[in-house]
């Protein structure tokens, strides 16, 4: 079974503070993306990452891809009570022909003010 | 450009009773769909896909059905509802040359 370990499950912090979020599998992904979701809507693209070791920024949200592309990470610096939300990573495997994506069980992000 | 649409937005069914959860898809031609439940907080879980018109896969066996009338519609279905069947589906699509997949708004179902 292919899986995507998200880590921490659930991270509470105060505004300022810096954090990281991390995924990780086994299994090697020819794409790997983050997905950022609020309650009660649909999951929404941040980023895709498709070269081992690529790195990539967007404003205050680092990301970056793993040499052997079996994992990621996600660096969030001096989070914002907008950055609250749930994080998902999800994988694309490039034998797999129906663009099916492996998710992650997410990561819990609260910014308290 | 592309959107996806999901109705009803929030469903609230007894158990027994049937279920039509509908999506679909403007802007685009042959896009893979597919539906997900999600727990409270959690991650997605893959319930069927469709790579094309009449063609659908099952990830895991389950009270659900799921059928692919035209092109950019996709359906979520069962003849009679369990209380674990609730919960988020949501629908998303992509194209087959790539991994990116675009969400619809949700559904909330609530079977009591």
């Known amino acids: 079974t292919q899986l995507l370990e998200q880590s921490p499950q659930f991270l509470s912090i105060q505004e300022g503070e810096n954090l990281t979020v991390y995924c990780n599998s086994s299994s090697v992904f020819s794409s790997l993306q983050w997905y950022r979701q609020e309650p009660g809507e649909g999951p929404v693209l941040l980023v895709t990452?498709?070269?081992?070791?690529e790195v990539k920024k967007l404003k205050r949200l680092t990301f970056q891809f793993g040499d052997a592309r079996k994992d990621s990470s996600l660096h969030i610096t001096a989070a914002q009570p907008g950055d609250t939300g749930l994080y998902l990573c999800a994988g694309h495997h490039g034998s797999s022909n129906t663009g099916k994506l492996i998710f992650g069980q997410g990561t819990t992000l609260q910014v308290k003010p | 450009s592309q959107t996806i649409h999901q109705w009803p937005a929030t469903l609230v069914q007894p158990v027994g009773s049937p279920l039509s959860l509908e999506c679909t898809v403007e802007g685009t031609s042959n896009p893979n769909l597919y539906w997900y439940r999600q727990a409270a907080g959690r991650g997605l879980q893959l319930l069927f896909y469709?790579?094309?018109?009449?063609?659908i896969s099952s990830e895991v066996p389950q009270n659900l059905s799921a059928s692919r009338p035209q092109d950019r519609q996709f359906i979520l279905s069962s003849k009679k509802l369990l209380l674990s069947d609730s919960g988020f589906y949501l629908c998303?699509?992509?194209?087959?040359?790539?991994?990116?997949?675009?969400f619809g708004p949700g559904t909330r179902l609530l079977v009591l």
């Open positions: 990452v498709v070269t081992g070791g």
């Open positions: 469709s790579v094309g018109i009449g063609q």
């Open positions: 998303a699509w992509n194209l087959l040359a790539g991994g990116t997949q675009y």
